[in-house]
């Protein structure tokens, strides 16, 4: 092989390198640390932030689809306190109150917290898990994971003895996967006397006639009786519990020294279909002036049952029922177009006869 | 004998200038390397300061009597809302080692008096055992407020030892 042969091997061999480089992007070394916060072996110290004391569980709110034969949530508790601490890790049940009040109380069926005590040093985190399988057919459970740490006992001796306790909550708000039955029914508005001069708070209780927990959105469109609107007021609430009433707040509103009766329009977002739906309840009041002006359906308080789509509640989205218009145009227009396609089968695979003469093996 | 020379035409200088170009690069310090770093934040409450774990009203008299429960102080890194609620419906006469028959007429009074940072706190007239909302707050400040036991006492109720529990839970909003 002459030299210039061994040019041109040289000078290929490097243009590919270099066609080679180009094409292939630089080798760049990626590691990922991801801290979640359900991570935790027990051993891992982490010096206290500062400013921040006491004992923590993390994360304060788990809001999941749970596979209800075989649940496992993870959680941490950490001791941010200057000192070693027992604490106690109990799971209850979840009950909520017309203010939205959070209570725990009775276990919670099929599901278990462990450990129980754990013995944190300062500074430590532990890992906790909560897992078993709900009872069946249950479309969703809400509890809460509370850790208590040991304090002192009061003496019994002392009288008037008043003991504290103090415990911080993990809120589980647990569905299973499926179509479950939602529903929100209007109970009552009221509008309540304020400080102000004729200011009133408008609020709204609604109560979750489905099987799941919601976050109601609605308004409350205040108007005179055949009149104009008066005013709109925006509902404000949280979490509604399944089984559960919650007073919703609507702000302030001033009515106008003429205004004597209001009828009021309350629109709320229907769970299931994202509708908004509007129900409209006329109020009156025996001292126009003073209120409290409680509004109420006429005939008394509407039908719970959140099937209701009349006096003042309305719900759906269970199984079999609620199924989107679009769906049924879509099956007939399927249905059609398979009737069209077994005609034209049929009819080009016999050919069409044209001839009227005898047979003519006759 | 001669060597022959070796030509260099357009086309093989032009490779050769590419090839001696992907040598510099690959004699040129690799490419900077780099590290992701992620973490997730999740909710976290914590009672950062709790109150006094014993409070005694002393021999009561009666009308009003006051006592000091602590503070509370709450860390948070979203909203939260503290809870108060008694074991019994108004102190209980105790026998050292448990509750018998006989309470006092008017339940026990939670006051929230003093407060710091941000929190909305609300006096709970009557402690009972549904519990009731004694602040709520937003978790951007670090929020503290300072309670008072109150219990009135009426001719009516008989002596004796009295006591109760009260549970406070911090946890987040819903």
Known sequence: ?362 | MTRPRVAVTGSRLALLVAGLTAVAALALPAAAQTTTVTGLVGTSVSISTAPSTAVSLGTMALGANLASAGTLAVAANAAYTVTAVADQAAMTKWDGSAYQSGALTTPLALVPTLSTGAPVASPIAALGTTAQTLMTGTGITSDSVTLQLQQTLLSSDPTGTYRTVITYTAAPAL
């Open chain 1, 1 to 362: 092989m002459n030299a210039g042969r061994w040019v041109r091997a040289a000078v290929s061999f490097t243009a590919t390198v270099a066609l080679l480089g180009a094409a292939v992007p630089a080798a760049a070394q990626t590691s990922s640390v991801v801290a979640a916060p359900s991570a935790g072996d027990g051993r891992l110290s982490v010096a206290a932030a500062e400013g921040v004391r006491g004992v923590s569980v993390t994360p304060a709110l788990m809001e999941t689809v749970v596979n209800p034969r075989a649940v496992s949530l993870h959680f941490v508790v950490a001791n941010n306190e200057p000192f070693a601490i027992d604490v106690n890790v109990t799971l209850q049940q979840l009950q909520q109150s017309l203010d939205g009040t959070l209570d725990y109380r009775d276990n919670v069926p099929g599901l278990i917290a462990e450990p129980a005590t754990l013995s944190l040093a300062s500074g430590a985190h532990a890992p906790v898990r909560v897992h078993g399988a709900l009872p069946a057919g249950t479309p969703a459970m809400y509890a809460g994971l509370l850790v208590e740490p040991h304090r002192a006992r009061l003496a019994s001796h002392i009288a008037g003895g008043i003991q504290v306790r103090t415990r911080v909550a993990s809120v589980l708000l647990l569905t299973t996967a499926g179509r479950h039955a939602r529903g929100l029914q209007v109970q009552d508005v009221t509008l309540t006397p304020t400080d102000g001069e004729r200011t009133f708070r408008v609020s709204a209780v609604l109560r979750n006639v489905g099987a799941v927990h919601e976050r109601p959105q609605g308004t409350v469109t205040l108007s005179e009786p055949g009149g104009p609107v008066l005013g709109v007021a925006q509902l404000r609430g949280g979490v509604l519990l399944p089984g559960a009433a919650r007073r919703l707040d609507g702000g302030t509103w001033t009515a106008a020294p003429a205004t004597e009766r209001v009828v009021a329009d309350t629109a709320i977002t229907d769970p299931a279909t994202h509708d908004t739906r509007s129900i409209r309840v006329p109020t009156w009041s025996d001292d126009a002036a003073r209120g409290p002006w409680a509004l109420r359906p006429n005939g008394g308080l509407p039908m719970l049952g959140g099937q209701d789509y009349g006096a003042g509640g309305f719900g759906g989205g269970g199984v079999g029922g609620g199924v989107p218009w679009l769906v049924w145009l879509a099956l007939a227009l399927l249905l059609a177009m398979t009737a069209a396609l077994t005609e034209y089968a049929r009819r080009t695979r016999r050919p069409h006869r044209t001839s009227t003469g005898p047979h003519p093996a006759c």
